[in-house]
């Protein structure tokens, strides 16, 4: 009996291994949310992050010759809203006093290389030089100084793991800067982003810049996200359908920063306990 | 033994290649899939049974080193080894990798592998599965058999040589 079960499964080995991998495969899948298999993926993270960054040495001349193109754009531009912003601060200052708003604490920032991204089959991440020795902490924002980059969902010791805005997984509160129409940001796997819940009853044009609304728990308001490209009026929905171009060029993307910035715990319990039904 | 750590080697150094050098010939954000070629390469020359392991772990070890959900790669990778292992055969390998053979079965592999992913990473989102087969897919899947010209090459040649 056992050997003609033996036997069986020999001649058809190449399906029994099949079978067998496909089910681990699949059970893999429905405990996503295990702890153990976070651990592990902290510790491949930290492995490779030490095979990725002894790569990351080798320099990409297209990369540095579109990121000078950019960064002396950049300068031109930061100069003249130094200017601006200079006046704005005295002003900001004043009214602040005035009216005895608390002030609002400065982001913690830990600037971080990036030595890996992940580009294949819209599996869009990047693997940073800094973990937990660092104080990154899973779910910080990750920011550039072109705006909202996504945020760390994996850490190890020495490297994290980060999840950019073009993610199927991500979304994020945002806002219209000029209107102050709030919408939820997400992206349908194009090379644009969409900010999906505005109503076609609200103000929004093309060429407003989109920022972060602060009703997430993850990250800070105002951090610029891109700019609307296009608006679409679908027949039969409520709502427009609005494209927006990340204010991040992700391609050259080498350099960013983590916010040590932590969920608020006591907000999430007070939301949590919100009794069902009342809204 | 030394052909598994050979084997086991050129992975790694795949692996890294992919995860690091393959964005600075992205174009619109499609790259090649290095280790689907290298998992086709195995299916010719060493046959299913021995690529099924191999597929299942490599996909594992990518799924663990991204941030998407954890089986998915190895799931479809594993339906990709036993693709490109069905069409093994013991006296024809060198022909099969030398000639446009490789290409069509890498060309197929990536194809199914592409599709068997998307359907998993569409579910419960934004991106439309058909679109993302038939665009990110397919042009991944062509991009991936470009790529595999090289080794296509490489082994014409050894075969020609003397």
């Known amino acids: ?279 | 033994m030394k052909r598994h750590v050979g084997y086991a080697f050129k992975a790694v150094v795949l692996l890294i290649v992919q995860a690091n050098l393959v964005d600075m010939v992205s174009l619109r954000g499609i790259t090649p899939d290095l280790l689907l070629i290298f998992i086709v390469y195995l299916a010719v020359k060493e046959g299913q049974t021995y690529v099924l392991p191999w597929g299942f772990f490599l996909g594992l070890v990518l799924d663990l080193s991204t941030g998407t959900v954890i089986g998915l790669s190895a799931l479809s990778k594993t339906v990709a080894a036993f693709t490109a292992g069905y069409f093994f055969s013991d006296n024809k390998i060198t022909m099969t990798l030398a000639t446009y053979r490789f290409l069509l079965l890498v060309f197929l592999t990536a194809f199914i592998h592409n599709a068997v992913y998307f359907v998993i990473f569409t579910m419960g989102s934004d991106i439309g599965f058909l679109g993302a087969v038939f665009g990110v897919g397919l042009a991944s899947a062509l991009f991936t058999t470009t790529l595999a010209i090289l080794p296509m090459l490489v082994t014409a040649r050894v075969r020609s040589s003397p």
């Open chain 1, 1 to 279: 009996m056992i050997r003609t079960l033996l036997n069986i499964l020999i001649a058809f080995k190449e399906y029994v291994l099949l079978t067998l991998f496909l089910v681990i495969s699949i059970l893999l899948l429905a405990g996503n949310d295990n702890r153990q298999l976070k651990a592990v993926r902290a510790y491949t993270v930290g492995v490779l992050g030490y095979l990725q960054d002894a790569v990351s040495v080798i320099p990409n001349v297209f990369t540095l010759q579109h990121e000078n193109e950019i960064l002396r754009e950049l300068n031109v531009n930061l100069s003249d809203e130094v200017n601006r912003l200079r006046e704005a601060r005295i002003e900001n200052a004043r009214l602040r006093a005035m009216v005895g708003l608390r002030d609002e604490a400065p982001f913690n920032l830990i600037a971080a290389d990036v030595v890996g991204k992940s580009l294949l089959l819209m599996r869009n991440t990047l693997t940073l030089n800094v973990g937990t020795k660092d104080g990154v902490v899973a779910d910080m924002p990750i920011i550039s100084e072109q705006g909202l980059v996504g945020k760390v969902i994996a850490v190890g010791e020495d490297y994290s793991l980060g999840q950019i805005l073009l993610n199927k997984d991500f979304r994020a509160g945002a806002k219209v800067q000029r209107s102050r129409v709030d919408g939820i940001l997400a992206w349908d796997g194009g090379s644009e982003l969409r900010l999906t819940n505005v109503p076609k009853t609200q103000d929004v044009r093309t060429g407003d810049i989109v920022i972060t609304s602060g009703y997430s728990n993850v990250f800070p308001k105002d951090i610029t996200i891109g700019i609307i490209s296009s608006i679409r009026q679908k027949s039969g929905s409520l709502f427009h359908e609005i494209s927006v171009f990340p204010a991040v060029d992700f391609p050259a993307l080498e350099q960013v920063f983590v916010i040590t910035q932590l969920p608020d715990t006591a907000r999430i319990a007070v939301e949590a306990s919100r009794p069902a039904g009342k809204q």
